[in-house]
């Protein structure tokens, strides 16, 4: 077979709505700032009105209550984040406090179709092996925590409020909250993203903004230096390019001091939020993960994939999306049989009926059940997980339609536009 003909189009028949989502997101932030900015200006009017001298004094301290809740709402940075105050959910415990923490990273999607405007919109940066975490440091503590919630480490650290003798400038109750991978090898923490800082929420901010910050302000704390009595684990920078070919490049072939586990892309407009979001995607191969499809309990590749679906009380078989995504539906006989009930965590092989798609919508997925999940499993599979893994052993896409598209979108943005011109 000829060079040429091993390259595909990076077009390919829709299997998802991905790219439309990612649009709506887009949306649905600008919406919500601008909510934001209108409840600002509605808040400063009636302040300025208080200020004012009213002949009609009697009614004054009802207004003043209702002012006084509403400030007290906007000085709580992370408020619109969570529900439960990040010093609150610190002191949870058990199951509780897991959670709590499971549902507060922002998880990316898998790559399913290569965004447009990936070279102008986008970030890329090579994913570090390891375990996903939140890192929490507050009240001279410094606790992490896995994507499942389960603790990974409790100790001292350089970042604000992080330790018991160190940094006692600023407020006793203020605290930050990173978004990192632990790479176990060298025992560091690769901060990939974050959330707040010494208080200061940043889940509103776009993408650009929280990596300049990050690389701003993490530095000075000497969280980045050697670890030492006072700070027991490394923090580390991750170099973050523009997703351009020499970016791209960079990120793909370029030397890190940790192992690569794929690419990480992140839209450069994009807000931190909970949860599975189109507007974060991860895409890997061989040549930059050493696990590009999911290996089994004896790490052994399966001969027929497998997904991880959650039980619904209709006996439906859904996705950890919002909203999910249906697969299959068990019967109510099979399901009473096995002692199935709503919540479960079950895994499934794909058989060799494979998937169905219809207009870009799953229609059919051939599932045969194999039991329940491990434990320690908190959510089921996302649709662009299975989705990607499914590619990956048909036809996945390639770091050449990475290129591809890079390319296009430049040559499209260079095309000189017909302009009609007076005579």
């Given at each position: ?20 989502r990612r649009e709506l997101s ?354 089921a599979d996302s649709y662009s ?39």
């Open positions: 077979m000829a060079p040429h003909d091993l390259r595909r189009p990076f077009k390919r028949p829709a299997i998802s709505d991905q790219q439309r887009l949306q649905r932030q600008a919406q919500n700032r601008r909510d934001a900015q209108q409840h600002a200006r509605c808040l400063a009017s009636t302040l300025l009105y208080l200020q004012s001298p009213h002949p009609e004094s009697t009614s004054e301290p009802e207004v003043e209550v209702e002012v006084e809740v509403e400030l007290e709402t906007e000085t709580e940075p992370e408020a619109s984040a969570s529900e439960i105050d990040i010093r609150q959910a610190s002191k949870l415990k058990g199951s509780q406090a897991r959670k709590w923490f499971a549902r507060q990273l922002m998880l990316p999607e898998w790559m399913i179709d290569v965004p447009d405007q990936l070279a102008q919109d986008w970030y890329v940066f090579a994913r570090p092996a390891g375990k996903r975490c939140f890192v929490v440091s507050t009240n001279g503590t410094t606790v992490s925590r896995l994507r499942n919630g389960s603790r990974l480490h409790h100790f001292p650290s350089a970042l604000p409020n992080g330790a018991r003798n160190r940094d006692a400038s600023g407020s006793a109750q203020s605290y930050s909250i990173l978004d990192c991978i632990f790479h176990e090898s060298d025992q560091t923490y690769y901060v990939v993203d974050m959330v707040c800082w010494r208080g200061y929420s940043l889940y509103e901010c776009t993408a650009e903004f929280r990596f300049f910050w990050l690389n701003s302000k993490l530095s000075e704390t000497g969280a980045c230096d050697p670890p030492s009595q006072y700070h027991r684990y490394r923090f580390s920078l991750v170099p973050v390019y523009s997703c351009d070919q020499p970016g791209l490049s960079a990120a793909y072939t370029g030397e890190t001091p940790y192992v690569k586990d794929g690419l990480l892309f992140y839209n450069k407009h994009a807000h931190y939020q909970t949860g599975n979001t189109p507007l974060a995607l991860v895409w890997k191969d061989e040549n930059c993960s050493q696990y590009v499809i999911d290996t089994d309990s004896k790490g052994q590749i399966p001969s027929q994939q497998q997904v991880v679906l959650e039980l619904q009380d209709n006996g439906s078989l859904t996705t950890s999306d919002d909203p999910p995504v249906v697969f299959g539906c068990l019967d109510g006989g099979f399901m009473q049989k096995s002692g199935l009930c709503s919540g479960n965590l079950l895994r499934f092989a794909i058989s060799n009926g494979g998937l169905s798609f219809a207009d870009g919508k799953l229609e059919k997925a051939d599932l045969h059940y194999l039991g329940k999940s491990n434990r320690a499993r908190a959510f997980k299975v989705m990607f893994q499914y590619m990956a052993r048909h036809s996945p896409i390639r770091y050449d339609d990475l290129i591809g598209s890079i390319s296009s979108s430049i040559d499209q943005e260079n095309k000189p536009s017909d302009v009609q011109m007076d005579d």
